[in-house]
């Protein structure tokens, strides 16, 4: 297995579980407050589905370029009204764009040097 695939097998699970676990979710799921003193399960949910949404078409150009994360806020703040239904349908629709962009992807690609949240690395 590539380095490309093992990353996408990665994604893969990780989005699956997570649809798993909002699939499964009640109302009162939804509304459970988090360890995060401000936010219930729903906003540690759109935070998830923001970052997505942020990184959704985004390919870095160097490692210097900063990450597209000023897109978080805005989203989040529209799916405050979302019942947690629709906020998985729209996690599920973004993990769609997500994995198509990046199955698009060249191993060049993934190798490309990137920032991310703990420093220089890979996009990979």
């Known amino acids: 297995m590539s380095e490309r695939d093992r990353i ?35 906003g540690v949910m759109s935070h998830l589905a923001g970052i997505e949404h942020a990184l959704s078409g985004w390919l870095p150009s160097s490692a210097d370029e900063k990450l597209p994360f000023d897109h978080i806020a805005g989203y989040i703040e529209g799916a405050q009204s979302w019942s947690g239904a629709e906020l998985a349908a729209d996690y599920r629709r973004l993990i769609d764009e997500r994995r198509a962009q990046l199955s698009a992807l060249s191993d060049e690609d993934f190798a490309r040097p990137s920032p991310t949240p703990v420093g220089p690395a890979t996009y990979g």
């Open 8 to 42: 996408m097998q990665n994604y893969d699970d990780v989005w699956g579980s997570i649809d798993t676990l909002m699939s499964s979710m009640s109302d009162d799921d939804w509304a459970t407050q988090s360890l995060c003193p401000d936010w219930t399960a729903h």
